[in-house]
């Protein structure tokens, strides 16, 4: 019984630790990518983490994930600037994506490969709320990752994650084609296109309805909550569906583990 908890505690921490990778590629993702204008922000190993608002480089004892952000109360030690939220969440859904992928799928490689999933959809759900952008240096990965997978059918057989990488491609793309007649705006973005071809490619093409029904009910979800929030929300306000996709994509792993029914 002891060494069960050895495993789900060592999972938490892992995944703890890369949250806080994510957090690093969150923040310099976007103007390595060039999505941003914003000053260069530095690559994903160095410069060392400092704080945005003072630039006081981050101790070592307040790398770790979690633990550092409640020790600082949320504030830089240097120059008391609050610290965003978005740091301890990410690293708390880190924890959270290792402890599901080990309960899930139990010391399997397919354990490793649900939380590979689960880290890419938090970094680009995070940088698609902060920037409004999917980056193809996250969504094509992540396609190959998913086909590469299902090679060896981990999740789904190699057939069904080829066409459901097709499939979820192609129904986004004339989705988009079909709100940029109806209102005149681009309503979805390339990069939804790629994401759900991604989530086509981990979970097969029969996932695609119930995942994209899902981000829909999300989506409206957090639409809903932002307008209570006091957001004002327009006919022509760009929908970030990337987070709510993610979601779901996450979920419908969730649900394949659990072998519920509508995910095969
Ligand atoms: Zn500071």
Redesign the pocket.
């Known amino acids: 019984m002891m060494t069960v908890w050895v495993f789900y505690i060592t999972a938490a921490m892992l995944g703890a630790v890369l949250g806080s990778f994510l957090n690093v590629v969150i923040h310099r993702g976007p103007t390595m990518w060039n999505l941003i204008d914003a000053p260069d922000r530095g690559n994903l190993v160095s410069p060392r983490s400092a704080?945005?608002?003072?630039?006081?480089k981050i101790s070592i004892a307040h790398l770790i994930p979690l633990l550092s952000y409640a020790m600082l109360g949320g504030k830089?030690?240097?120059?008391?600037?609050r610290i965003s939220l978005r740091y301890p969440l990410v690293e708390l859904m880190g924890a959270a994506a290792g402890v599901v992928a080990l309960l899930l799928f139990g010391l399997t490689a397919q354990a490793g490969l649900a939380l590979i999933f689960f880290l890419f959809l938090i970094a680009l759900g995070a940088i698609d709320l902060e920037t409004g952008y999917l980056p193809d240096a996250l969504t094509l990965p992540l396609i190959g990752l998913g086909l590469a997978a299902n090679a060896f059918a981990q999740f789904t057989p190699i057939a069904g994650a080829l066409l459901g990488a097709v499939i979820g491609y192609g129904a986004f793309r004339l989705i988009d084609m079909a709100f940029t007649r109806l209102r005149g705006v681009e309503g979805l973005g390339q990069g939804d296109a790629k994401l759900l071809a991604a989530l086509g490619a981990w979970l097969g093409w029969a996932a695609l309805a119930p995942v994209v029904f899902l981000a829909a009910l999300l989506g409206l979800a957090g639409a809903g909550a932002a307008a209570l929030g006091g957001a004002k929300l327009e006919r022509e306000t760009p929908v970030a569906f990337g987070p709510a996709l993610a979601a779901a994509g996450a979920l419908a792993m969730i649900a394949r583990g659990l072998r519920l029914p509508f995910f095969f």
Request: with cysteine.
């Open positions: 704080c945005p608002a003072c630039g006081a830089c030690a240097a120059c008391g600037a």
